[in-house]
DNA sequence: GTTCTTGATATGAACATTCATTATAAACTA
DNA sequence: TAGTTTATAATGAATGTTCATATCAAGAAC
């Protein structure tokens, strides 16, 4: 039992070493410039482990996406439960993807700025996955209750989050040197402007 | 010399043809899921033709973005000179991206969507690239001259062009199910009322 | 306590395939 | 004639995958 438990710890430990080492070069160099065998000497494991732990090349990447994917859930899920206003929720998610581009720069690109459809052709197109899901119910919750202006849901994403989303692309590409946080007041406060039907209150801004 | 120029324009057509299946087969599969047979094929030219007109597989793809990267300059281009006021500039900038969704998809979606890093590692990122150099100098002159308010210049790039930007996004995700011109006028109205100091004129509501 | 057996996992050289590129000769064009 | 395109085949490097073997922990037998 005792014993079971510690392999099984290190087959976690090895697991993650892969995925570590596949986030890390996927970001670097892209999917597709990335071989079987970059990970595994970026991992310091068999290529056969590779194979035993997930089955091939496209399998890394299909749990790499779904580890990171329920990681985003669980972000989007913790602002939900603790934040209760549009606007605070709203501005919740965009300081957390802030601080995330900053603190685990290789998830927020993987997630937001790789083509996944080009390497997992299976999956459904990140849009679509709950994460962001969640994201537009949470808008569409604020729009009937009415704290955001009445407006097309996709019109009110792409206000909402798009500004946030390019300044995140640009600081990804290196056109930004400041963290992103620096802008965080400002931004928001514009972006608000934009859709929400009180003005961000004065403590934000 | 007629002859020459007879010559020229049938070498011509074969590079447009290459360069067209190129540009379709990437936005569909992606640079790397293509090979040069698709291409050859698409095209319906030989595989010779694609070695003497361009020089490899890497050479198309730098042809092709660099054929696209300049249509968007002349497009830019087009628009600063025929508006004068930032903010019927940044209109128009939207619009015309707006309509290119729609009639080019495909020069969108490459131009915008690819990752040129993964496969033209030599080339600048396409933020530092003449036609959005020019779509922040504009910025830079609308806030100059008190036609935009006083924000730092990423921050009003991200704003002005930002929901523009992820509307196209989700439109080529097929998310969105409408032409995004039907869009335009009330994204319009909620963008400008981020960066713009006067609100939008009565006739463009 | 020592040795043997077992099951699960790790290893990495070998294999098979893909694919960019080169080569070649015939057909075509100016 | 000289240059280009075409069609096809050949080449070889890169790389995804396989599999026989090695490793090792945990009991079983003695």
């Known amino acids: 039992m005792r014993a079971n438990r510690k392999k099984a710890l290190r087959n976690q430990l090895i697991r993650d070493d892969i995925l570590d080492a596949a986030l890390h070069l996927y970001t670097r160099d892209g999917y597709f410039n990335t071989s079987i065998h970059d990970i595994q000497r970026e991992a310091g494991v068999s290529i056969g482990s590779i194979y035993n732990n997930f089955g091939g090349k496209e399998a890394v990447a299909k749990a790499l996406y779904g580890q990171l994917v329920g990681h985003m859930e669980n972000v989007v899920d913790a602002i939900a439960s603790k934040?209760?206003?549009?606007?605070?929720?709203?501005?919740?998610?965009?300081?957390?993807?802030?601080?995330?581009t900053e603190r685990e720069t290789e998830t927020v690109g993987f997630i937001l700025n790789a083509k996944h459809k080009e390497f997992l052709p299976d999956e459904p197109p990140i849009c679509s996955s709950q994460p962001f899901v969640k994201l537009r119910d949470m808008i569409q919750a604020g729009i009937d209750a009415g704290q955001m202006r009445p407006m097309d849901p996709w019109v009110a994403a792409a206000c909402t989050f798009g500004p946030a989303l390019r300044m995140i692309q640009l600081r990804l590409d290196g056109m930004i040197a400041a963290p992103l946080p620096d802008y965080l007041d400002e931004l928001w406060l514009h972006s608000w402007r934009t859709v929400g039907v009180d003005p961000v209150p004065e403590d934000l801004r």
């Open 83 to 100: 934040h209760a206003t549009a606007h605070n929720r709203c501005r919740a998610v965009v300081e957390v993807l802030f601080d995330m």
